[in-house]
Each structure stands twice: as C-alpha cells, then as structure tokens.
C-alpha cells in the first residue's frame, strides 16, 4: 500500500514535469497583425474628387482636361476632350491618361481620340439623328449627322458606339470593315494578337454528361477579353477582370487543352509582375488571381495586424471584438461591382437569422451552417440567392490604425482541386454550360473561413484561409444539395502532439521499469519456479495498470491545460485542438480506458482468490456454549460477515460522485466551460462543445469532487462518525478472532484478534467492565507483541508453513462439497476435524511454539518500502507493522484510486462519443454495479469455501 502511494506520487510528478512543457507550448498572447494596407472605398474616393483603382485598391487623382467617370474607378476625358496618351506608370500599374481640349467648333470623335470639326461650327444634330465622326474604320474630318448604321449601336451621348461596346445588342448587325468579330467583340484587325484556340473553350463538369463542355459563353466572351486585355493593357480593365472571371470559371485549371482562359492570363502576367504591397506575383494593372508559387500565404509570418482582438470587448479603434471583412466584387463582364461589407458573399444559406447571421464574426468563435437547397431548371428554390448572373469576389481582412482608418489584408482562397492559393471564388456558376443537354451547373458546396494562430508569435495570426468546394449538379433534373459554410479558429498543435507524445513515451518507460519491480516482487512472494510465464503475466498486467495510471494523469493535464487557456480571459490565447487534431488523444483515451478496464476486472478476479482464514482463539476448554467442549460458532460468522461487509465498502460513494458532477455540469452551469466558442450578449449562436475542453471539465469536477470526499472520509468521517476498518479490528478483538489473509503463496497480512481480557463468550456486565479497563490502560494491550498496539501486519511466512497449510486446506476441501442450488459449501465432521486442526496450528506458529517455523517483528526500510522488496526468508518469517492500512488492498477500500480512475475513464469515453453527461453518468453507474456485485457474489463464495462459513450467513 505505501509503495502503491509512493509510485503514485512519483508518476503524478512526472506527468506535471512533462506536461508543464506542454503547457507553456500552447500559451498564447492576444490576437493581432500589421503589413495591411489602407483603402478607400469608391464613394470615399469620389466625394474627395478622386477615383478608385480597384487594381491598386487606392484613391487617385484625374489630371488636366479630365473627370472622374460614373463608375467612379477610372478617370476619363472631359465631354469635349480626348486621349492623347495612355501609359502605365509603376510600380503601381497606376494608368496614366492625358486629355487635350478640343475647340469650340469641335467634338469628340466617338472613341475619344481625335477632335473632329462640326459643320457650320454647330455640333448638334436634329432628332432622331446622331452625330457621326467616322466611317467604317476612318475618322471624318467634318462630322454629319446620320442614324447608326451597321457594326453600330447608339450608346447614348450623341455617339454611336461600336458592337464591341454593346456585346452586339439592339442595333449592332455586323462588324464593320476594317475589324473581325470575335466572339461578341468586334476586333480591329491592326491587332496582333491571336485568337485563343478552340481548347480555351472548353469547361470540365465532370459528373454531368460528357463532362467536357464546348462553352457557348467562353466562345463569345474570352476572344475579346483576351485580345482586348493584351493589346489595351492598362486602360481596357473591364476585358482583363472578364479574363479573370473565366479563369475562375474553369477552377483555374490550364490542363483542358493547349490554352484556357488561365494559361492566356499567365501569358499576359509574364510581362507585367512586380511586387506590390509586398505580395510577390500582383501585377501591374491586372487583376491578381494567383499566389507565387513559392510564397505559401496560411503560413505567411508578417502579418500584424494594428489592433487587438478580445472575446467579449465591443470594439473602438484598436480594440475589437468581431473580425471584418470586406470583397472586391466584379460582374461576369468584367464591371467593378465595388467594394462591398461581406454579408452573405460566403454562403448561399440565405437568409439568415437576424442574431445569427454574423455569429461567426466575433472572434474566436468556431461557426457552422447548413442548409439543403432544391435545384429546379436552373434555379436554386429554397435559396434568396440572385442565380441570374454570378459574382466574382476577391475577400479581404479589414483592419484599423491607430486613426481608426480601414486597412485591408488580401486573404488567399484555396479551390478544392487547386493545388495553388488563388485570389478569386464564386458561389454558382449557371452560364458556361448554357444550351448544353443535359445542361450542369456548378454550386459551392462548402464555403470554409479557417483563422490559424501562429506558432510562437506573439499574437499574431496566420492570414485567414477561404476554402471553396464545387459540386456539378444537373440542373435538367430537380434535386437537392447541401451546402455549408463554416469557420474554424485553429492553433498550430505540432507541438502539442510531439509534447503528448513524449510525455506518453516517458511515463511508458517508467511504468515498464515499475512493472517490472512489482512483477519480481510478485515472484518472490510466490516462491514458484515456472519458466518465468507467471512473472511475464504480472508484468503485463502491472504495466497496464501504472501505464493508464500515467496516462489520467498526462491526459487529465492536458485537459486542463487547454481548459485553462481557453477560459482564462476574455482575450484569446490558444485554441484545443479541433475534430481532425483530437484523433491521438482519443487514441489514448481509449487505451486508457481498456486498461483500466482491465484493471477492474483484474481486482475482482484477485480480491476473490485469495486465501481467508479467521484464527479462533478461544480456548476449546473455557465454553460450557455449544457443543461439549467446544467453542461457539457465532464469533466466527459474526466476524465472517463484516469482512464481507467489508469487501465493498468505499471511502468515496460512486453515486455521489456521480450525481455530483451532474449537478455541477448542470445547475451551477459548469458546461459553460466547455464552450468552443465565448460567451457573447450580441448573438444567440451555441457552436456546441469541444472535447478535449469537456474532458478537462470532467477532469476538474471528478479530482475535485474525489480529493473532497476523500479528505472528509479521512479527516472527518472516520474520526467523529464511523470508521469501518477499525470497527473491524475492535470487533475481532472482542470475538477473540485473528485474521489471516494470503495475497500470494508466502505474504500477506495478519490481523491480531487475540483478546487481551481472555475468553470472548463471557456475560455483558464483565465485556463492559474489561473495555472500561481497556480504556483506562490498566490491563494488556491488543498488539501482537507484548506492550505494543499493533495489531494489523503484513507478513512474509516460510514456505513450510505455505507447504503445511496447503496439506491441512486440501484434506479440508476433500471433506467438502458444493450445496444443492450453488448457495453453500456443505462440510462433515472430518471436515470441521481438520478446520480445526489447521486453526491449531496457527495458533501454535503465531505464539512461536515451533522451533523451526518462527517469526519476528521488524520495521520495513525506506528500500524496502519504496520497492516493495520481499525480505530473504530461510528459517524465521518477517511480519512488518501495517501502520498505513496496507491491509486493505485486499477490499475495494484500499484499491479506491484504481477504482476512481476505472470510472472516470468510463465516464469520460462515454462522453467523448455521446457529448451527453447524463449518457456517461449512467454508463458509469451501471459499470461500476457490475464491478461491486461482482465483487460481492465472488468474494462471498471465496469466503464461504475457505472459512466453512455458510453463504446463508454472509449477508
């Protein structure tokens, strides 16, 4: 029993050493990043006179001659002036135009780049007309005024506008001379550059049909956003965004066939990268859609952001509470959508309600929604989401200074199926297969924001991952999907694992050194030469045993440790690890569990094994009670049923553990600890549990709760109400009964029941008056020895006296047999002639009445009592005080820690998979009525057959 505390200590020590690494590995500081950049918004830009470069994500300023067009992102000619020249100045990619005025009598050819002289000085026409500066592909000198005629369409502002402008809408009925239409643009034929080919048309719905589509949409739009990009570079940005758009649109693939509309981009790229705000691979005056292939952005390490973030602070400048965003949205042909606050551009679960919508943006809140959406002929019914046309969105992280003006973080997407970062997503695609039979569409599945701490920094985070999965669907056909959008708030746990690991690995090399001590030790007791198979089965079960003692203690830290970081403050410091991380400690979850298990079992088979003998010390002369000459039977079954009684008696009631870690989880709402998300006043949203956190919270209510009771057991209850051991012990000293117990072949322990008043079976008034005499030590004490008050041992007996007992038990069993129903142990005279004869020889041996078979009373050796050595033993025996209650290992009383943690294992594995407190409290319950009514029904036969005390009266 002192050797089982003292490892115990050793192995809570060392699980506290080890894991105190883990602990200071998984502390984190507040949250926060920088190496954001400033942005205004288009309106922002336009009330200031200025315009919004979407390319640059800055306001610029429009020179001489120019204003800011309607669209507020580009500047533009004034009604009367013309473009001069256009160039692209870097390191920006900023588009540079110069405007010349043209004279009074003057206007504006219709593609802004020559003056053209009115008729008479006067530059109107009548109704119905409109001026014209050009015929075919040559500017007039003098402008008339005619209708629009062919290759034309009135574009309003007194101009006809050439097809390419009005995607060969009302008016437009052909090319004119001098261009090619290709696609839906009408391409000047002094341009060099080549059409795509016809691979670059091709979109992979595979799943629907053939897979491979020939798109009616990319054969009408890419050839002109193409050759309209390379060859106006800088200033037709409306083609280079339609360029990217269908990039997006073939999930950035460049593997269809020879060209797609990505390989056409990187072409483009090739001749205009750069490094701008720091991201390498941003191009000049395009639209960035790809991350270098050598930078990888989730583990990016500069980031730091100005302000902080808090679980529960509302926010002002620089302290905030939610995470922002914002998308820079474009439409199918390129238009700027404008800069727009994300409010559903990350789902198609619409609408959605009002205190849950933006749950997900208060930070360190892990999210989750989904829906089911009914597809019908192209149409998503149960969805509020516009599917006419889709949006092209580029997401990005907002951020304040110290001013509390927006700075922006560009946050990478990663396309299921896309091995690079990429900068662009959609959430439907319902146009590339139009006309195609049967005609697929494309929806996003799973839309998944994943907010990653970095490893070791001081608060700072990894940037924000956008994660988009496609299904293809036909929409030919009514039928449902799932769509989902989620966000995970998660922490480099490397280290956590590497940390568990080794802790696990440390604690398994010293239960095998533990192991082997105790199995040794075990050999030696059972004096027993059998090849070594004996000693390898108690080792295998000794390093069980210290093996899943080690790991309550090293899963139980763990637990704790991430409870305590995860409720620390309202500031976030660490995340416990999510679903897919969880997998190594349920692993060790469950191999504790098992083997501890294993252990009760093993209690149960061993408590009810070992051998009982009750020694009667009344003198057989002395009794004129029951038979002639013979001592009454009544001593020995009063004694006999105690120690049954005793067998299951704990210091610690199951139920009321149970029941009270119920009622903490419950009624004084200790599951708020357990929370993966804080607690928030602005939003309604539960994301539920983690597991690893309600572990730590079981842990925490099933120690405290034990270490309680146990304390008032020891302190309290044993001293000023009942202590059932040594009611035991004053109850053999009053039946004149001694106990002896052989846990192996040659130890165990000894319960000294000799009366120090004489005979037991004497009248009331003369028990009263020796205990009275007793209490006033004025007679002999209870000891063993002479003068000495211990009376439990354990002892270490000669194998003679084993050889010697085991000859006089086998004649006793041979006079035995089982009862009729399996209730008792029935026995014949010659039976009770040997039980009596056995009880003899006991007496003799423990009053030194044989010269060869003696013992001595010794102090145990800090040695021996830290190893739990067997003593040599050749002619004298060995019996050690038990002044630590050693004695009950052989009860449920002394095995309480083992018996703690069975149920706590049971009870925390039960959780694991049910999430349900109520589930695992039953399931612990239920187990552990097992293992007691085991205990009991075993133990009673064991008893029952080597007593010769009938069942009947072991109640």
């Not at 483009?268 to 701008?276: A, D, E, L």
């Not at 349900?916 to 009991?936: G, K, L």
Request: proline share 4%.
């Amino acid at each position: 029993g002192r050797a089982g505390s003292f490892w115990g200590g050793v192995i809570s020590r060392a699980s506290g050493l080890t894991l105190l690494v883990l602990g200071v590995t998984q502390c984190r500081r507040v949250f926060g990043i920088g190496v954001s950049f400033g942005v205004d918004s288009t309106a922002q830009c336009v009330r200031q006179g200025l315009f919004f470069d979407p390319a640059r994500l800055a306001c610029g300023s429009c020179g001489d001659n120019q204003q800011v067009a309607p669209s507020g992102d580009r500047c533009i000619c004034n009604s009367n002036s013309i473009v001069t020249s256009t160039t692209v100045r870097e390191p920006r990619g900023a588009v540079v135009i110069t405007c010349s005025q043209c004279l009074s009598t003057e206007q504006v050819s219709f593609d802004g780049l020559t003056c053209v002289t009115c008729p008479g000085g006067v530059c109107t026409c009548t109704s119905g007309e409109v001026n014209r500066t050009r015929t075919s592909a040559t500017t007039l000198a003098t402008s008339d005024c005619l209708t629009c005629g062919a290759g034309f369409g009135e574009g309003g502002d007194q101009r006809c506008l050439p097809c390419a402008y009005s995607d060969m809408g009302s008016g437009c009925l052909a090319c004119p001379s001098g261009t090619t239409q290709q696609g839906l643009d009408c391409i000047n034929d002094a341009n060099t550059a080549s059409p795509p080919a016809s691979s670059a048309f091709i979109v992979d719905f595979a799943g629907v049909g053939s897979g491979l589509v020939d798109s009616t949409l990319f054969r009408q739009r890419l050839p002109g956003a193409y050759i309209n990009c390379v060859t106006n570079l800088g200033t037709n940005r409306t083609a280079c965004q339609q360029l990217a758009n269908l990039c997006a649109l073939q999930l950035y693939t460049d593997s269809l066939g020879s060209q797609t509309a990505c390989t056409l981009y990187k072409q483009i790229v090739t001749f205009n990268t750069t490094n701008r705000h720091g991201f390498p691979g941003w191009p000049l005056a395009l639209p960035w859609l790809f991350y270098d292939a050598e930078s990888s952005p989730d583990t990016a390490t500069d980031i730091q952001l100005t302000g902080s973030f808090d679980h529960a602070t509302p926010r002002s400048t620089n302290d905030v509470s939610q995470l922002e965003f914002v998308v820079h949205a474009h439409f199918l042909n390129g238009s700027f959508a404008g800069v727009q606050r994300v409010t559903s551009q990350f789902e198609l679960c619409l609408p959605v309600p009002e205190r849950l919508g933006f749950a997900w943006t208060y930070f360190g809140t892990t999210f989750g929604r989904s829906c089911t959406i009914h597809l019908n002929n192209s149409a998503l019914v149960d969805s509020n989401v516009p599917f006419s046309e889709p949006l092209f969105y580029e997401p990005y992280l907002v951020d304040f200074d110290a001013s509390g003006n927006e700075l922006l973080y560009p946050m990478p997407v990663r396309i299921d199926g896309v091995s690079q970062f990429v900068r662009r997503y959609f959430l439907f695609d319902n146009v590339s297969a139009v006309g195609q039979t049967p005609q697929p569409v494309r929806v996003a599945t799973s839309v998944d924001l994943t907010v990653k701490f970095q490893d070791g920094g001081n608060g700072k985070i990894f940037p924000p991952v956008l994660a988009v999965a496609y299904a293809v669907l036909d929409s030919s056909t009514p039928q449902t999907f799932v769509s989902s959008f989620s966000v995970t708030y998660t922490d480099d746990h490397d280290d956590f694992g590497r940390t568990l690991e080794v802790a696990v690995i440390v604690m398994g090399i010293v239960s095998i050194v533990l192991a082997y001590i105790r199995s040794r030790a075990d050999r030696e007791r059972d004096r027993r030469d059998d090849g070594g198979m004996r000693m390898l089965t108690s080792f295998a079960y000794e390093w069980t045993r210290y093996f899943s003692t080690s790991l309550y203690y090293v899963l139980g830290l763990t637990g704790l440790i991430f409870l305590t970081m995860a409720n620390r403050d309202s500031a976030a410091y660490t995340t416990p690890p999510n679903d897919d991380q969880d997998n190594e400690f349920e692993t060790w979850l469950i191999v504790a569990a098992s083997f501890k298990i294993i252990q009760a079992c093993f209690i149960v088979f061993q408590q009810s094994r070992y051998d009982y003998f009750l020694i009667d010390w009344e003198d057989e002369t002395a009794t004129k009670s029951g038979e002639a000459g013979k001592p009454s039977i009544w001593r020995t079954l009063f004694a006999a049923n105690e120690l049954q009684e005793l067998s299951t008696i704990r210091k610690v009631p199951y139920q009321f553990l149970v029941m009270s870690v119920l009622f903490f989880w419950y009624v004084v709402r200790a599951d708020d600890l357990a929370s993966q998300n804080p607690r928030s006043s602005q939003h309604d949203y539960d994301g539920g549990d983690n597991s690893i956190l309600r572990f730590g919270v079981a842990t925490m209510l099933f120690t405290c709760l034990y270490v309680g009771v146990w304390l008032y057991h020891k302190l309290i209850y044993v001293r000023l109400i009942d202590d059932p051991y040594g009611s035991f012990q004053d109850l053999c000293s009053l039946s004149n009964i001694s106990v002896l117990v052989l846990t192996n072949d040659c130890r165990g322990f000894y319960l000294h029941g000799m009366s120090p008043h004489g005979p037991a079976e004497v009248s009331l008034l003369k028990m009263t008056k020796q205990l009275e005499e007793e209490a006033d030590d004025l007679g002999k004490r209870r000891g063993l020895v002479e003068n000495s008050d211990d009376q439990v041992f354990e002892i270490h007996i000669q194998e003679s006296v084993r050889r010697e007992y085991n000859a006089l038990l086998d004649e006793v069993n041979q006079s035995t047999r089982q009862g009729g129903r399996g209730t008792s142990w029935t026995v014949d005279a010659n039976a009770m002639n040997q039980y009596s004869k056995l009880n003899r020889f006991f007496k003799a041996y423990l009053t030194h009445s044989f010269s060869d078979k003696d013992w001595i009373v010794r102090e145990k050796t800090n040695l021996e009592r830290w190893v739990s050595s067997t003593p040599a033993i050749e002619d004298t025996a060995v019996f050690f005080p038990d002044r630590f209650g050693g004695m009950c290992e052989v009860f449920f009383l002394g095995q309480e820690g083992a018996i703690f943690i069975f149920e706590f294992f049971v009870f925390t594995l039960t959780d694991w998979y049910t999430q349900n407190f109520v589930a695992a409290a039953a399931a612990t319950i239920i187990c552990t009525m097992i293992i007691h009514s085991a205990r009991r029904n075993l133990g009673k036969d064991n008893l029952a057959k080597k007593t010769l005390v009938n069942k009947c009266f072991l109640i």
